[in-house]
């Protein structure tokens, strides 16, 4: 018999390093053949509870059936095979084909081809959440996925991002009751963009292209709502009244749906900040509660343009300031912004104060016309001017 240590074997290729007690040279395969697939191909009607629960027929036929493209031949279609001879019934309503996970050399992992990496490594060093957001994102679903550290980094980074998010939010939020404060301009359009992705992260998912609707969630929490949001409406928060209540909510609002659309991904994040931020009794779990559903009230295209170009003016200074050497918690003298089009500069008017405060200029100046040193990456006309 193999030692632990000597596994896998193949009879064709491995050496015997000792002697055998009988005196064997050579290793001997077994003939005898066992069919693993016997229990195996019940476990739709298993895991739905048969045959200890009378109504296990509640939960079958399984809607969906995930196998690789490897096991196709036997799993999917030994299930088939046999719960329409013992039951008569199919045993899923649709598969979901997986593809493989290639090592560094392009080729299948596999023990045998020594292109492996164990997972309980992945998971010590970046933990569970970090790998599924690197399988769910890694490829189309269906295509083979590379594994690379340096993805199971970028996830590991991410959550890190999201913490922090939700940490800052947690502290504006200690001393915050519901509000009927009038929503200002980019809390607006941070919660129309933010509908847009729960409706387009619902539909990616019931297709389960899990790539594209983790992506679409990734990409709005990280560089929509951290990048720009956050930035823009912390003067509002460190002041008081109104404005800061209307920040408030829709903080509230925003981070807890952002948290519900990554819960299938990162389940143990999710759900620590959740019960912190949101839980209602010991009983309460995001993974209890609905999957939002996109609110179409909230969804308001001419927002999202007047606030997609307020940012972008925000994002452009900044990039100016940095260019220039000056920190970017310096104060400037005063910023003159010119905007050729007239409901750009009326939109530029209504997010004054915001970007004002985020770009820490003393006044800033909105001029319908033509002028000013610095184009707007993106918006032909608009341009502005530092003043130091």
């Excluded at 050399?105 to 790998?131: C, L, Q, W």
């Excluded at 769910?136 to 590379?146: L, Q, R």
């Excluded at 007047?306 to 940012?311: A, F, Q």
Aim: glycine share 8%.
């Amino acid at each position: 018999m193999a030692k632990p240590e000597e596994l896998p074997v193949d009879p064709r290729v491995t050496d015997i390093d000792d002697a055998c007690e009988c005196g064997g040279t050579r290793w001997d395969p077994e003939n005898d053949v066992l069919d693993t697939w016997f229990d195996s191909s019940l476990t739709c009607a298993i895991h739905a509870g048969w045959p200890e629960r009378g109504d296990w027929r509640n939960l079958f036929p399984a809607s969906i059936h995930p196998s690789g493209q490897d096991i196709i031949r036997t799993w999917a279609y030994y299930l088939m095979v046999r719960h329409l001879a013992l039951f008569g019934e199919t045993a899923y309503d649709s598969v979901l084909i997986n593809g493989m996970v290639l090592g560094s050399d392009g080729r299948a992992m596999s023990k045998s081809k020594g292109n492996f990496v164990a997972t309980p490594e992945v998971f010590e060093k970046y933990g569970a959440d970090a790998s599924r957001m690197w399988a769910a994102t890694g490829g189309s679903t269906g295509t083979d996925i590379p594994f690379r550290w340096a993805d199971v980094e970028y996830g590991w980074r991410f959550m890190r991002k999201l913490w922090n998010a939700c940490r800052f939010t947690s502290i504006q939020l200690e001393d915050f009751t519901a509000s009927d404060a009038e929503p200002k301009l980019l809390d607006r359009w941070i919660l129309s963009k933010l509908e847009r992705v729960v409706g387009l992260a619902t539909e990616e998912l019931e297709k389960c292209s899990f790539m594209n609707a983790v992506d679409s969630v990734r990409n709005f929490v990280w560089h929509v709502f951290c990048d720009h949001y956050l930035e823009a409406v912390k003067h509002r928060l460190y002041g008081g009244g109104g404005e800061r209540l209307a920040a408030q909510w829709t903080l509230r609002h925003a981070a807890r749906r952002m948290l519900q659309l990554l819960a299938p991904v990162m389940p143990h994040l999710t759900e620590e900040i959740y019960s912190f931020m949101y839980a209602e009794g010991e009983t309460d779990s995001i993974h209890l509660s609905r999957w939002p559903e996109a609110d179409e009230a909230l969804i308001d295209e001419e927002d999202e343009r007047r606030g997609d170009l307020v940012t972008a003016v925000i994002r452009d200074i900044r990039r100016e300031k940095n260019r220039l050497g000056i920190p970017l918690n310096s104060e400037l003298e005063g910023i003159s912004v010119y905007a050729s089009d007239p409901w750009q500069a009326e939109s530029l008017v209504q997010g004054i104060e915001d970007i004002s405060a985020t770009v820490k200029a003393d006044g800033v100046e909105i001029h319908e016309g033509e002028g000013g040193d610095n184009p707007v990456d993106g918006y032909h006309g608009v341009c502005f001017s530092i003043v130091s």
